[in-house]
Structures are given as structure tokens and as C-alpha cells.
């Protein structure tokens, strides 16, 4: 197994003990546990702490992604590549304990992106997190503006994950109008079809199920029963 050294990055004691693996209480305490581990290369610890966590590896690998992209953007500087490289590892890893891969395509799909399309990725990523806020406040209007510049730019990245978050988001901004129209029933779905569909074509599994759990919402919403619990199944 090829391991990605991160050099001289500091990382935090934890007292992991890799012969008595225990639960780690938080994302940011198993990050912290396995970069410490991948700078020791103790592929025995890493292997035992993503097999113990896995429901915090797909967290703990967006934000080393996050942090690449930031730090490229700002500089291209060489640290950027060592979050890359811890990324991959941990990819990796989770793609042999869990049979699962998405996590892998993920990282290889921002392993190829040049510095203006990381810029851009930088770019849809604000505008997703501007209309996230927006839609939080209320104003519907600003989070469908903000996201469909986001959709635009991660199509134009074929950033799956970025594209499935912004197809949910227009359908949640249409969700939370006072009044909703037939039409506007019908746009609400087709968005939420089409996260289901862009995350059933790469594989992310996770988001394909929260996709179809708002279609099933939506659905029941209009007292479609038949069809929500189809969609809820």
C-alpha cells in the first residue's frame, strides 16, 4: 500500500493506542488521530481507525479537499498537495474496508483540476455556501440565484457532489415558498430527480438516499402517498 507522507505537518497527541482501538468522540478527533498516524506511516492504526469511524471519514476527506482547494488558490503552495495526498490515503483506505469507491473518484476528479479550475471550484463552492445562508434566512430569491451560478460552474467542473448539493438547494429554495404552484410542484421534483439521478451516475450513495428523501417529501407534501412512500422505501 502506497502511503502519502505529510511532511512536517504538526499534528496533536492524541494517545491513540493502535492496539486497543476505541471510539473517537468527533470528525475533528479522528482527522486529528489519523494524520498523526499517516505521518508515523502506521498503515496498522490507519487501516483499524477508518474501519472503526467510517461514518466520519467522508467528512473527515471533504474537509482535507476544502483545505487543498483554499490553499491552492491562495498560493499553489506545496502544503496545499499535502492535504491532497492525506485525502487520497484516507480514500483509499475506506474504498478496501467498505467495498465503497465514490470517495476515491472524488479525490481523483480534484487530483486533475488545473489552478483556474481549483479557482473556480473555489468560486461555486462561496456561491453554494452563500445561497446554504441565504436559504437559512428566508430569502428564496437569493439562494435560487446563488445556486444556479454554483450548478453552472460545478457542471462545468463535472463536480458531481457540487452539483447534487445545488440541485437540492433549488429544489429546498422552492420548497420554502409561501405558495407553491402545480408547476412550481413539478420543478421542486424535477430538481430533486435529477440530484438521484447525477448522484446514481458517480455512485455516492449517501446523497442519491438524501435526494430521494426529499423527493419522497415533496410528494407528500401533496398528499401523493403512493408515490412518497415509494420514493421513502
Known sequence: MILFVIVGMVCAETGWSQDTPRRLPSSE?????????????????????????????????????????????ESDAPESQHHLSAAQ??????????????LLKKVHTYSGWSRPDKALKYDADTLSHEADM???RGDSAVTTAKAQEAATHYAQLRDCHG???????????LRAAPVISSEDHKSIRSY??????????????????????????????????????????
Do not use: P
Not at 90 to 102: C, E, G, K, W
Open 89 to 102: 490515503t484516507l480514500a483509499d483506505l475506506y474504498s478496501r474496508v467498505s467495498q465503497d469507491s465514490f
Open 29 to 73: 478527533a479522528f482527522r486529528t488521530a489519523f494524520l498523526h498516524a499517516l505521518r508515523r506511516q502506521d498503515g496498522a492504526t490507519m487501516t483499524a481507525l477508518v474501519a472503526q469511524h467510517r461514518d466520519m471519514v467522508r467528512e473527515t476527506v471533504d474537509t482535507l479537499l476544502k483545505s487543498y482547494i483554499e490553499l491552492s488558490v
Open 134 to 136: 441565504a436559504l437559512a
Open 192 to 233: 430533486y430527480e435529477k440530484a438521484a439521478s447525477s448522484a446514481q451516475w458517480c455512485e455516492d450513495r449517501l446523497s442519491e438516499g438524501r435526494a430521494l428523501i426529499d423527493l419522497g417529501d415533496a410528494y407528500e407534501r401533496q398528499k401523493n402517498w403512493e408515490k412518497a412512500i415509494e420514493h421513502y422505501d
Open 163 to 173: 452539483q447534487i448539493n445545488a440541485l437540492r438547494m433549488l429544489g429546498h429554495a
